[in-house]
């Protein structure tokens, strides 16, 4: 099954996606200013290991791995606060699997 979808389709779904990582989790709300500011990078990055655009999907997988053990996002099990690391796993997502859409949709928005 081949799915045809525009570029500026996949840019406002990868919008929204971020934008419900933060409404989910924090219970906020954010106009399309704030939303510029929104980085996905230092969530996934609160377990030590620092990942930028550049970084690899398996070095994402091991970043995400730290921060689900240490950290503000960790999970329950670890001590962390369920709403919390659902948001670190949503963050985690949009980036494992949107990392380029995302990525491009940040540059165009700064």
């Known amino acids: 099954m081949i799915i045809d979808i525009t570029q500026e389709r996949l840019e406002s779904i990868i919008k929204e996606e971020v934008i419900n990582v933060y409404?989910?989790?924090?219970?906020?709300?954010?106009?399309?200013?704030?939303?510029?500011?929104?980085n996905l990078y230092e969530i996934v990055s609160t377990g030590g290991l620092l990942i930028t655009e550049e970084t690899s999907q398996e070095d994402i997988t091991e970043a995400f791995r730290a921060s689900?053990?240490?950290g503000p996002y960790r999970h329950p099990s670890y001590g962390?606060?369920?709403?919390k690391f659902n948001f670190l796993t949503r963050a985690y997502a949009t980036l494992r699997f949107n990392k380029g859409t995302y990525d491009n949709h940040r540059k165009t928005m700064m």
């Not at 409404?23 to 929104?38: H, I, Q, V």
């Open 80 to 83: 962390g606060n369920t709403e």
């Open 23 to 38: 409404k989910d989790s924090a219970g906020m709300t954010f106009d399309a200013e704030e939303y510029e500011r929104l």
């Open 68 to 70: 689900a053990y240490t």
